[in-house]
């Protein structure tokens, strides 16, 4: 019985969402030939599909490290299960704060002794921080790689001022943290 509800349940959802697409293509909101031009590519397929699930598996590899550096119990594939509904949080509710949250009200939950709040919006926070750090970091390399178009662009030499002020800051934090 719980199998066919569930069944039904997912061929519902699939419907939805379905009816939902049929709907934007109709309206002409939903644009399918480029959709189409990207999918006729394999390799670029293929490298995007690898790019996503390594910048995903390096988010959960980051957290879980976290969480076992505050002493939190967590098995990897709970991590990444966690980190999967933050990521679908995070792209279906406005906010980029949301997924977060629902990571977190999970990790207190599966702790022993109900503690560990603080411990866990800690991982939340640092996992925030180290990844804007990282987008900082990689925004001054690409940068960097590409100095002689970006200064001679009058459109891009303040943002190149704002990336190099970003970078600085991100390694002035973490010469006072470290």
Same mark, same amino acid.
């Given at each position: 019985?719980?199998? +066919?509800?569930?069944?039904? !349940?997912? $061929?519902?959802?699939?419907?939805?969402? $379905?009816? /939902?697409? $049929?709907?934007?293509?109709?309206?002409?909101?939903?644009?399918?030939?480029?959709?189409?031009?990207?999918? +006729?590519?394999?390799?670029v397929?293929? +490298?995007?599909?690898t790019? !996503?699930?390594?910048?995903?598996?390096?988010?959960?590899?980051?957290?879980?490290l976290?969480?076992?550096? #505050?002493? !939190?119990?967590?098995?990897?594939?709970?991590t990444? #299960?966690? +980190?999967?509904i933050?990521?679908?949080?995070?792209?279906? /509710?406005?906010?980029? &704060?949301?997924?977060?949250?629902?990571?977190?009200?999970?990790?207190?939950? #599966?702790?022993?002794?109900?503690?560990?709040? /603080?411990?866990?919006?800690?991982t939340?926070?640092?996992?925030? &921080?180290?990844?804007?750090?990282a987008?900082v970091?990689?925004?001054?390399?690409?940068?960097?790689?590409?100095?002689?178009?970006?200064?001679?662009?009058?459109?891009?030499?303040?943002?190149?001022?704002? /990336?190099?002020?970003?970078?600085?800051?991100?390694?002035?934090?973490?010469?006072?943290? $470290?």
């Open positions: 019985m719980a199998l +066919t509800k569930k069944l039904v !349940l997912n $061929l519902m959802k699939a419907a939805v969402t $379905l009816g /939902i697409l $049929l709907y934007l293509y109709k309206k002409g909101m939903l644009d399918l030939t480029r959709v189409r031009a990207v999918l +006729t590519s394999p390799s397929v293929a +490298t995007s599909l790019l !996503l699930f390594s910048t995903n598996l390096a988010g959960v590899v980051r957290w879980w976290l969480l076992q550096g #505050q002493k !939190l119990k967590m098995a990897k594939w709970e990444f #299960q966690l +980190t999967m933050g990521v679908f949080f995070n792209t279906a /509710i406005p906010g980029a &704060v949301s997924g977060d949250l629902v990571k977190g009200f999970y990790v207190v939950r #599966q702790q022993p002794d109900g503690r560990g709040k /603080i411990k866990a919006f800690t939340l926070l640092l996992d925030r &921080v180290l990844g804007l750090s987008l970091c990689v925004s001054f390399v690409a940068m960097v790689s590409n100095a002689t178009e970006v200064l001679h662009n009058p459109m891009t030499r303040p943002l190149a001022g704002l /990336i190099t002020m970003l970078w600085a800051g991100v390694v002035v934090f973490y010469a006072f943290v $470290l």
